[in-house]
């Protein structure tokens, strides 16, 4: 299974991107999928994830509340992170990540992940 993230950039505050990650090589629609992102000399944190169900439950953190909107589209194999009204503090690199075990009540953990994509930097300048 390998995954392919893109759409990072620079933005500044209150603009928008949208971070896409293909997988190939698996079942895609069988897999909970998450970004996470990694700020300049911090851990890697969870953002928002979405599971494989037919209602396609999402989880979020706090900070990104009404701002961020996690989707997929199985036929495409691709997870998608829509960000709206960026700020500062959203900089860092953004990595999708695969579960496939689709144990969605651990969604936000990230050993509980099986495949990372290699990352695209999000940059928000005040």
């Known amino acids: 299974v390998q995954l392919q993230a893109s759409g990072g950039g620079s933005v500044q505050t209150g603009g928008s991107l949208r971070l896409s990650c293909v997988v190939s090589g698996g079942t895609f629609s069988n897999y909970v999928m998450a970004w996470f992102r990694q700020a300049p000399g911090t851990e890697r944190w969870f953002v928002a994830a979405i599971t494989y169900w037919a209602n396609e439950e999402t989880h979020y953190i706090d900070s990104v509340k009404g701002r961020f909107t996690i989707s997929r589209d199985n036929a495409k194999n691709t997870v998608y992170l829509h960000m709206n009204n960026l700020k500062p503090e959203d900089t860092g690199v953004y990595y999708c990540?695969?579960?496939?075990?689709?144990?969605?009540?651990?969604?936000?953990?990230?050993?509980?992940?099986?495949?990372w994509g290699q990352g695209t930097l999000v940059t928000v300048s005040s």
């Open positions: 990540a695969a579960d496939i075990s689709g144990n969605w009540y651990k969604q936000t953990i990230l050993s509980e992940y099986d495949y």
